[in-house]
């Protein structure tokens, strides 16, 4: 933010400090039961996958449980400042599970604080896909050429499936979420546990990507890290994507 100045004997204002956390960190939940089942599907070509349960209710795999004791590991080993004191998630059930896990694990290792709480943020949760949730790309192609064709055309960033959202509804949702995040959170390290499209479009407000660099970018990885550091007031990349503490 520009320093604000005075008229009145050419004195200078102290210049107006932004909110901002001191540390933000990033994170997709760990792998679930359906990232499985429409990997599956993807090599096979299937037209349906097993689900039958909303995708707010979906659990994570036993993989995805290990992935989050990892995360919570690697929080422990992080420098003190940088660890974070506030979680906020997505209100579904892989996130708060992977929330759990990690936080488990890292006030074991006596990291922080036993009983952390945890906020649940409806902005937190993952894109809503219409009348093509719960669809692999081979049902999408049958059952929906239209909008496959269409999806094509205006590409991910605008696209928005009959009763769902684009990237851009999301992007949306995370300038709200935020603002709301760097007045509450002031001077705070702080973890975010979302989704791939959340954690995606994170990037894309904070980092003023254009639409080229978005689309340029890898899928969000399951429990990956992404970090950004209050600088000069503004929140500044640190690290992206990051899947070294699976190891």
């Known amino acids: 933010m520009a320093e604000l100045t005075s008229v009145l004997n050419g004195h200078r204002l102290a210049a107006h400090r932004r909110a901002l956390p001191s540390v933000l960190i990033a994170t997709r939940h760990g ?13 096979t070509g299937a037209l349906t996958v097993p689900i039958t ?10 993989h995805g449980q290990r992935q989050a004791h990892h995360l919570g590991r690697w929080w422990a080993r992080l420098p003190a400042a940088d660890r974070p004191r506030a ?3 997505s209100p579904y059930l892989r996130t708060t599970e992977t929330a759990r896990i990690a936080l488990a694990r890292a006030g074991g290792l006596g990291a922080v604080p036993a009983g952390l709480p945890v906020r649940y943020d409806e902005r937190l949760r993952d894109r ?21 064709a269409r999806r094509r055309k205006m590409g991910e960033l605008y696209y928005r499936p009959p009763g769902g959202e684009s990237f851009l509804d999301v992007a949306l949702r995370m300038r709200s979420f935020l603002r ?11 973890l975010v546990v979302s989704h791939d499209c959340p954690v995606l479009m994170l ?12 689309l340029e970018l890898n899928a969000v990885r399951n429990c990956s890290t992404s970090l950004w550091r209050a600088l000069d007031g503004q929140l500044r990349p640190e690290h992206w994507n990051s899947v070294s503490h699976l190891d």
């Open 87 to 89: 979680v906020w998630c």
């Open 128 to 148: 809503e896909l219409g009348v093509l949730e719960m669809l692999t790309a081979a049902a999408i192609e049958k059952k929906h050429p239209a909008e496959a």
């Open 53 to 62: 349960s909303r995708d707010a209710d979906i659990p994570l795999s036993p």
């Open 203 to 214: 990037r894309y407000v904070l980092d003023r990507l254009t639409e080229s660099q978005l």
């Open 180 to 190: 709301d995040l760097c007045e509450e959170e002031d001077g705070r390290a702080v």
């Open 31 to 43: 792998e679930s039961t359906a990232n499985v089942e429409f990997r599956l599907a993807a090599e």
